[in-house]
């Protein structure tokens, strides 16, 4: 048990970093996942991209990005995360703003299409469930009207297209819902507040469908993967705190809650590996929008002339 308040994983300085576990896909961490993607999209190293990242966290995934960026622009509604990330890229222009807010502020400011790179790393589900409901220490509270709140996320889904440049790509990775880990997960904070729709996984179908829209309107194509791997937690312990702070985020009721906590405990004793390290099943949705022209833009070099 802890006495951290809620959400203090991302608004406490240094939690974020000490809870997080680190995810490996095919043998690789996330974080490695995106520099091989870049290297395949722009080759060698080249620093000529005009990059945003939303929901930028302390930078981690920054990290890929930075060589490949002439700019960067980092933005997280969270005064702890953008105080670090602001220490650790002291070139970038940073922002703490929610990121629909953020996405307004830059599109008012003009820059439409003016971003080669749109990116956000495990951050999009949280502005997306906002349209959708409030999450509070004292609990969940849906939106009324449910329909309007699809509405707005998927508007939100296309203003984020809108910053990219004709070209470039917005690249999100999402997690997986339906992993066993994310079951359990959802199993607990339905026990606060139902899901909108069909569980967890509703911010992600958002993402997919608006992006899915925008494609069939011509505006370029959709790259969808997931890959499966595995959270590891050093201890039985690290695992325990990684449900608490960042999937539970602290929540009073959620961490009241004995029959969560069995259940949790029964769920980390199943991936204990003989070491005593905690192998926890999981997944990432790895999704790449190319702006241009559909699909033309996706035909060799050549084929039209
Ligand atoms: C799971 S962390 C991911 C951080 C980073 N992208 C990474 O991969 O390490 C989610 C991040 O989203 C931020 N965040 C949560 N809700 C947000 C919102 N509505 N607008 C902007 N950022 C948000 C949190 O402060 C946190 O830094």
Redesign the pocket.
């Known amino acids: 048990m802890t006495d951290a308040g809620f959400r203090a994983v991302?608004?406490a300085a240094g939690m974020?970093d000490r809870l997080?576990l680190p995810h490996y896909f095919g043998g690789v961490e996330?974080?490695e996942l995106i520099r091989s993607w870049l290297k395949e999209n722009y080759g060698a190293q080249t620093s000529a991209l005009d990059v945003a990242?939303?929901?930028?966290?302390?930078?981690?995934?920054t990290e890929a990005l930075a060589p490949f960026a002439r700019t960067l622009v980092l933005?997280?509604?969270?005064e702890a995360?953008v105080s670090a990330v602001a220490r650790k890229f002291p070139d970038a222009q940073t922002f703490c703003?929610?990121?629909?807010d953020?996405i307004t502020s830059l599109l008012a400011a003009g820059r439409a299409q003016s971003f080669d790179l749109v990116t956000?790393?495990?951050?999009l589900s949280?502005?997306i469930g906002?349209f959708f409901e409030e999450l509070t220490a004292a609990g969940v509270r849906p939106h009324s009207d449910q329909a309007a709140a699809r509405g707005r996320a998927h508007a939100f889904v296309l203003g984020l297209l809108r910053l990219v440049a004709p070209g470039g790509h917005l690249l999100v990775?999402l997690f997986d819902a339906e992993s066993p880990e994310q079951q359990l997960v959802t199993w607990a904070w339905e026990r606060v507040a139902p899901f909108p729709a069909e569980g967890r996984s509703y911010t992600r179908d958002i993402v997919i469908h608006a992006l899915r829209a925008a494609e069939s309107q011509g505006a370029g194509s959709l790259t969808h993967t997931r890959r499966g791997g595995v959270a590891w937690a050093s201890s039985g312990h690290a695992a325990r705190e990684w449900f608490d702070g960042?999937h539970f985020k602290h929540h009073p009721r959620l961490l009241a809650d004995a029959d969560i906590a069995d259940s949790v405990a029964e769920f980390i004793e199943r991936y204990t590996m003989p070491n005593g390290g905690v192998a926890l099943p999981s997944g990432v949705h790895v999704i790449d929008f190319c702006v241009g022209a559909h699909p033309v833009a996706s035909l060799p070099d050549g084929l039209l002339a």
Do not use: H, I, K
């Open positions: 991302y608004e974020y997080l996330d974080v990242e939303f929901g930028c966290g302390t930078g981690r995934m933005a997280d509604n969270s995360m703003a929610d990121t629909t953020a956000a790393f495990w951050s949280y502005p906002q990775l960042v």
